[in-house]
């Protein structure tokens, strides 16, 4: 038996100890927003939080994840009201959605390091693939969440409703991420 943290409860799991830790995620404890998507920590899909720190799930065997804190998107805030989660909720962010979980587990996880980042950090910090292209969306919220939205033409949905970008950022609690 393997005994894993997994969003502040805790799990017992009767796997092989080499099972990456995605499928023990999604099999064995029966959380499904982590996704698989490439099977070999490229894509993003899967990332979930250890110990605060973003991990691509897939190629993780779950061994390496015991006596540490590991955080879902489900773990992430009840009722989507984590301010990324809010951000991509007001700019529409997901096009299909299949990986926006992990985007917003990354953003997340960029947030608590760099509480105000540029574009320039988005980018590099943001590893995560989108095959519907909503990079553009997905800096946006970032700036969103961050409270650095300017507004006026990071994507179509900002320039054409700052009001609602500028009432997101003054009524957002900018916590700093744990």
């Not at 409860?9 to 959380?31: C, K, M, N, Y």
């Amino acid at each position: 038996m393997i005994q894993l943290n997994i969003n502040g409860s805790s799990w017992q799991v009767d796997v092989e100890s080499d099972t990456p830790l995605l499928w023990v995620i999604r099999e064995q404890v029966g959380l499904t927003g982590t996704k698989y998507g490439c099977g070999v920590a490229q894509c993003g899909a899967c990332t979930v939080h250890i110990d605060g720190e973003p991990v691509r799930s897939c190629s993780m065997p779950v061994s390496a994840a015991v006596g540490k804190r590991i955080t879902t998107i489900e773990g992430l805030s009840r009722g989507s009201s984590h301010p990324v989660q809010r951000a991509w909720a007001a700019l529409d962010v997901p096009q299909c959605g299949y990986c926006q979980s992990g985007q917003i587990m990354a953003a997340v996880a960029l947030l608590s390091k760099n509480p105000q980042p540029t574009d320039k950090d988005i980018d590099a910090a943001m590893t995560n693939i989108c095959r519907c292209g909503t990079y553009q969306r997905v800096r946006a919220a970032v700036h969103m969440a961050a409270g650095t939205a300017k507004g006026g033409g990071s994507i179509i949905h900002m320039a054409a409703d700052t009001a609602r970008a500028d009432d997101f950022a003054a009524h957002v609690d900018h916590p700093t991420v744990a």
